[in-house]
């Protein structure tokens, strides 16, 4: 008797070790996704408002008319939102967005959660995929497409968002198929960022807006100095890179039939132009691949002269001591300038679409956070104010900021298809062949479109 | 283990079993046989899958990434292999004298086993770096231009294999020091007797008594190497331009870049079966070599 008594405690106590060690390892599992929790949260946050639901009707009636909308369904919602553009700099200013949109909306609590932009994708997918959503995220223009025909997101058309908030273009970006499953947050483009002294030194005038590919590369003949280790210019050769240089070339990277074309003249043109330079007037491969952040390091340490980059280089470079200013980039046979868009989007399956869509249209038009964003230089906000972008015209350096704007006048979109990533690779591979291995820019086009065409559904 | 007392027994035994089993099931067991539904099906994590049944592995067979990826990485077997064999036995039999400091010296060579594999990578990378590495300085002061190494098409699996090989030395080196010193002294003695010469008594005495453990290894060594990727993660990313795509690194890219979990999974069962062929035939082929004692 005494025996068994021992082994049933005995066996009490295995199962105590035992459910330590399964909670041990569950637990590395959720300290990776914390994400997880945030919509765990939104699960319980439903499960009570249906609770609720009948005794908040005894109150509705009481509510003024505008509340009442809000407070139709029922009590506090906490709502997720996934982002990649606030983390590390920003996050107290989406922090004031945050807490100015729930004093509005007392009903409604918005939880952050953030990752880098390098593995935002990666936890996103997985979210996704394990039916753990966040209600709502951030999206680019280039992944949006991917997310909206695999019907992870929610329509926005009839959520009462106003379309004439947003700047067109934008809008129009995150519209797919009639339906907008987005609303711009945020954009930017990129410019020649422009090292005022160096062109001083040479002697030669400044870039202008009429500039061509041949002016700049006279310019930076006359500006490289080896010896000096100074480069005239610095344009990375890469998938954007490529499909601006098409379009400034009158190119189109798919053709009538939708099918990949950018192994056109033009095409071949654009892929010469991006993969002659590296080596000569600008730095080689190599060496922007060999060390991080290389460019950005060269042109603060003033040893280059032109640099094809985004407007987000502006505060970095305004501490940096460097002359600089900025002008809408050279063009080919046309102007054609990229613009980078990122939009906040609802997951289809939230269980709050009206709040979702709500926190949304807040954090992409309402007021406070165009002027949050304005006065912490984060990306500009995509709405079509231009009043609005008056204070942030008035920051200098750079002296000719309304490039940014003037930019605006001949956009390229990226070409978008739904398995983007492999495409860009593909484009990438084909430039870097045509640098590395001297694989003549048609071959390597050829290659690519062959490549390209067999993602196409 | 009959009647009730037996199962009593086993009861107790799979309760002590069950931490270790229950995350082996959860984490390992259960996730590969996932890998194998989701091998049939096409699914970018975000859509619900769509089952296509053999179709990923029909694509896999005219997949011209994938063949230069499995190429790649038997390229890197066939350099790090032999290499890492080699050092590491010669490493054990000169650390298997009595040596002064010979113990700081075993800690030393097995360092770089216990450094993880991104902080090694990384420090190969720099180590290499084409311009500014010391590798390149290095060989600059006699007169030579270094390779552009991990930049460069033809040395970017090399780098990777000059990696691997310094990392891993120390582990083979261990085994086979462990294997060396259950070589009883007795043997080594009455082949000296005999008169054989060191050379001899390494050929034909401690080479054969350590085959077992230079089987262990070799066959840990293949598993490992053909699942080769936080090295060319952090080395090269499979560049440049894609030459030195390895099997994981592509399924990892499938999976996570590209949305494509389906074919990823193929892959990765593609890989399992060649990891076991190879094992297999390993198991089947060590009777004619391997002597155990």
């Known amino acids: 008797m005494n025996r068994r008594t021992v082994t049933r405690s005995s066996y009490a106590g295995i199962l105590a070790m035992l459910a330590l060690a399964v909670g041990a390892c569950s637990s590395t599992k959720s300290s990776t996704d914390t994400t997880a929790a945030a919509s765990a949260e939104t699960t319980v946050a439903a499960a009570t408002e249906t609770t609720g639901a009948p005794t908040e009707t005894t109150i509705a009636p009481a509510a003024p008319a505008t509340t009442a909308a809000a407070a139709a369904t029922g009590d506090k919602v906490t709502l997720s939102y996934f982002t990649f553009s606030a983390a590390p700099d920003h996050l107290k200013d989406l922090d004031a967005i945050v807490k100015a949109f729930e004093a509005k909306n007392p009903n409604i609590s918005i939880d952050v959660k953030t990752a880098a932009y390098a593995d935002y994708f990666t936890a996103l997918q997985t979210q996704v995929a394990g039916k753990n959503a966040p209600d709502t995220f951030e999206l680019n223009y280039e992944n949006s497409v991917t997310y909206a025909r695999s019907g992870a997101l929610l329509d926005l058309t009839d959520k009462g968002i106003d379309p004439a908030r947003y700047y067109p273009l934008a809008l129009k970006g995150f519209n797919d198929g009639g339906k907008q499953y987005g609303l711009p947050a945020t954009f930017s483009d990129v410019v020649l960022i422009y090292n005022k002294t160096l062109f001083d030194k040479a002697g030669i005038s400044y870039p202008t807006a009429a500039w061509t590919w041949k002016d700049e590369q006279a310019a930076a003949e006359k500006l490289t100095d080896l010896k000096a280790g100074v480069y005239g210019h610095l344009q990375p050769v890469s998938f954007f890179e490529f499909y601006k240089a098409l379009a400034q070339s009158g190119g189109q990277f798919f053709g009538a039939d939708a099918k990949a074309a950018f192994n056109s003249a033009e095409g071949i043109e654009a892929a010469t132009w991006l993969t002659s330079k590296p080596g000569k007037t600008m730095p080689s491969l190599t060496d922007i691949a060999g060390t991080p952040d290389f460019d950005t390091a060269l042109f603060k340490s003033g040893k280059l002269a032109m640099w094809h980059n985004g407007i987000w280089q502006f505060s970095g470079l305004k501490d940096s001591g460097v002359d600089f200013d900025v002008v809408v980039e050279p063009g080919n046979k046309v102007k054609a300038n990229a613009v980078f868009m990122n939009a906040a989007v609802a997951s289809a399956t939230t269980a709050h679409p009206v709040e979702a869509a709500k926190w949304i249209a807040f954090l992409t038009g309402s007021q406070t956070t165009v002027e949050t964003r304005l006065a912490s230089s984060w990306e500009l906000p995509a709405v079509n104010d231009s009043a609005a972008f008056a204070a942030y015209l008035a920051v200098k350096p750079p002296a000719n900021r309304k490039a940014v704007f003037e930019a605006l006048d001949n956009v390229a979109l990226p070409p978008v298809i739904e398995r983007q990533q492999e495409m860009q690779d593909i484009v990438g591979k084909a430039l870097e062949s045509i640098v590395s291995d001297g694989v003549s820019a048609k071959d390597a086009l050829d290659r690519a479109v062959t490549e390209v065409n067999a993602l196409l559904p | ?293």
């Open chain 2, 1 to 293: 283990m009959v009647g009730a007392k037996g199962w009593r027994k086993a009861g107790i035994i799979s309760v002590f079993l069950a931490p270790s089993l229950v995350c082996l099931l959860a984490f390992s067991l259960g996730p590969m046989i996932a890998t194998a539904w989701v091998s049939a099906h096409e699914w970018n994590l975000i859509r619900a899958p769509h089952f296509v049944g053999f179709g990923n592995y029909r694509e896999l067979l005219h997949d011209e990434k994938f063949q230069r990826a499995l190429t790649n990485t038997v390229y890197y077997l066939a350099g790090y292999l032999p290499l890492v064999m080699i050092g590491g036995l010669a490493l054990a039999l000169l650390l298997n004298k009595r040596v002064r400091f010979v113990g700081l010296f075993r800690a030393l060579y097995f360092l770089p086993v216990v450094t993880s594999w991104v902080v090694v990578s990384l420090l190969w990378k720099w180590l290499l770096h084409p311009k500014d590495g010391v590798v390149n300085w290095a060989l600059s002061m006699f007169g030579i231009h270094g390779p552009g190494w991990w930049t460069s098409r033809t040395w970017a699996i090399p780098s990777v294999i000059l990696a691997s090989v310094w990392k891993d030395l120390g582990f083979v080196m261990v085994i086979l020091l462990a294997g060396l010193q259950a070589i009883p002294e007795t043997l080594q003695e009455a082949a000296l007797l005999d008169g054989a010469t060191s050379l001899q008594r390494l050929r034909l005495v401690t080479l054969p008594l350590l085959t077992p453990s230079l089987f262990f290894v070799i066959i840990i060594s293949l598993i490992n190497g053909f699942q080769v990727f936080d090295q060319v993660w952090v080395m090269t990313g499979g560049g440049p331009a894609g030459s030195s795509t390895v099997v994981v690194e592509q399924i990892v890219k499938n999976t996570f870049s590209y949305g494509r979990a389906g074919y990823a999974s193929a892959q990765s069962i593609v890989l399992f079966a060649v990891i076991l062929i190879i094992t297999a035939i390993q198991l089947r082929t060590q009777k004619r070599w391997v002597f155990y004692a």
